[in-house]
């Protein structure tokens, strides 16, 4: 992960800080979440923060889905936990991939959590995740405060392509990982029998797609969303964008589409890839103007390099 890969991502996090509007603006920018919950579905609910947090409980365990930033956060979490399934003794811990805000909050769990992510997400945590933390440290000093001393643990459990937890009174969550999209080892989470899908970044609401640096490409992604699309799920829970209906997933495939079909178009022309930037972005603010952001820079650069496109 070299420094060139980590300025965009680093500038878009001062200027948030900042307050001023920054290139990509989540959902919540909101690092301290609250204790506040919103009903999903029949078995899931969402702490809406930065990033969002998927609460998915049965009768007998509960699995939680991202972390927060930090053990404060990810202590937070646990109460609303505790609160929403007084009764369940057994908790489940995953995450949608190795980005700080949503696996630093582990150490916030309580003793006997059952930790368990796929293998490709904790093998970019083992390589790139320190890193990144620092990187988010010296953010700004809330951050810095969030951060202090953490110590990520191993998992109990680790997966390849999917683990089924029965959570009990027949709710069960099958994780999944389908390939790469934001991340090499973006995680998935389907909860039946809700048809409910914790879709982490690779199915976002009105939210230009983003890939940190070359952690995936753009094909890989459209690839890894025609196998979402047959999980045909009703509905799709962010982890950085408003929740929505199983209608996000086409659009997100749509999304991708078209700017990847705009960025090789231009590609051909010999068009740089920053003019390329600018007159995408621009097609999407008409396009979406009640989007948050519809800077698409990151993204175009990931069309450009994409090893499946080389022309
Ligand atoms: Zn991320």
Do not use: C
């Amino acid at each position: 992960m070299t420094k060139k890969l980590l300025f965009p991502f680093l500038s878009l996090f001062a200027l948030s800080v900042a307050g001023q509007a920054p290139p990509h603006v989540p959902y919540s920018t909101q690092p301290i979440l609250s204790e506040t919950t919103t009903k999903i579905s029949d078995h899931v609910w969402e702490i809406t923060g930065f990033p969002n947090i998927a609460i998915v409980v049965g009768s007998r365990a509960t699995l939680v889905v991202d972390t927060g930033m930090g053990p404060k956060n990810g202590a937070t979490v646990a109460r609303v936990v505790a609160k929403l399934a007084p009764n369940n003794s057994k908790l489940f811990l995953t995450t949608t991939h190795y980005h700080t805000e949503h696996v630093t909050g582990e150490p916030g769990f309580p003793p006997g959590t059952v930790l368990i992510r796929n293998a490709v997400q904790q093998g970019e945590l083992q390589k790139d995740g320190q890193v990144l933390t620092d990187l988010f440290r010296g953010m700004s000093a809330q951050n810095k405060d969030l951060l202090a001393g953490v110590v990520l643990r191993s998992p109990d459990v680790l997966f390849d392509s999917e683990a089924s937890l029965d959570l009990g009174g027949g709710v069960t969550a099958r994780l999944l990982w389908l390939g790469g999209a934001h991340t090499r080892g973006d995680e998935l989470t389907l909860v039946e029998p809700d048809h409910t899908l914790v879709s982490g970044d690779v199915v976002q609401n009105k939210t230009i797609p983003n890939i940190f640096g070359e952690d995936g490409t753009p094909t890989e992604w459209l690839a890894t969303l025609d196998k979402v699309a047959m999980l045909n799920v009703a509905h799709v829970l962010p982890d950085h964008s408003a929740p929505g209906d199983g209608s996000l997933v086409a659009a997100e495939r749509a999304l991708i589409i078209a700017i990847r079909t705009q960025a090789l178009a231009l590609k051909r022309q010999g068009i740089s890839v920053d003019a390329a930037a600018r007159e995408i972005s621009a097609t999407l603010r008409k396009q979406h103007p009640d989007w948050p952001d519809t800077n698409a820079a990151t993204f175009v650069k990931s069309v450009y390099i994409d090893p499946a496109d080389p022309h």
